[in-house]
């Protein structure tokens, strides 16, 4: 079973990105996802988490109503369309499932890691 994350990159404050993460492996519709970051010297972060069928979607308070998660069971992906970049959205972003209830914030609770890919938001 692997995530491989991508789409990271150097974009302005302002602009916007999409990442994307596909799970191989095993079957994507079992697992709820999220999306973490982690800044240099900080912990791991939620960001966004999204139920089994996307019907429903939760997200950090710090990224509410400038990130949208979103998946596609038939293409065993979810992406993270991120708007409106700050400087403080700089970080390493990972995807993760988790065999359980979606939403849950707390990195211990997921399963599967991808490898992360590197966001960098100049000001």
């Known amino acids: 079973v692997q995530l491989q994350a991508s789409g990271g990159g150097l974009v302005q404050a302002g602009g916007s990105l999409r990442l994307s993460c596909a799970l191989s492996?095993?079957?994507?519709?079992?697992?709820?996802m999220g999306w973490f970051r982690q800044a240099p010297g900080k912990d791991r972060e939620f960001v966004a988490g999204?139920?089994?069928?996307?019907?429903?979607?939760v997200y950090g308070d710090a990224v509410k109503g400038r990130f949208t998660m979103s998946r596609d069971n038939g293409k065993n992906t979810v992406n993270l369309q991120m708007n409106s970049l700050k400087p403080e959205d700089t970080a390493l972003y990972y995807c993760?499932?988790?065999?359980?209830?979606?939403?849950?914030?707390?990195?211990?609770?997921?399963?599967?890691w991808g490898q992360g890919t590197l966001v960098t938001v100049s000001s």
């Open positions: 993760a499932a988790r065999a359980g209830t979606y939403g849950s914030r707390s990195p211990t609770l997921y399963d599967i």
């Open positions: 492996g095993r079957s994507f519709s079992s697992y709820v």
């Open positions: 999204i139920s089994w069928n996307g019907g429903s979607t």
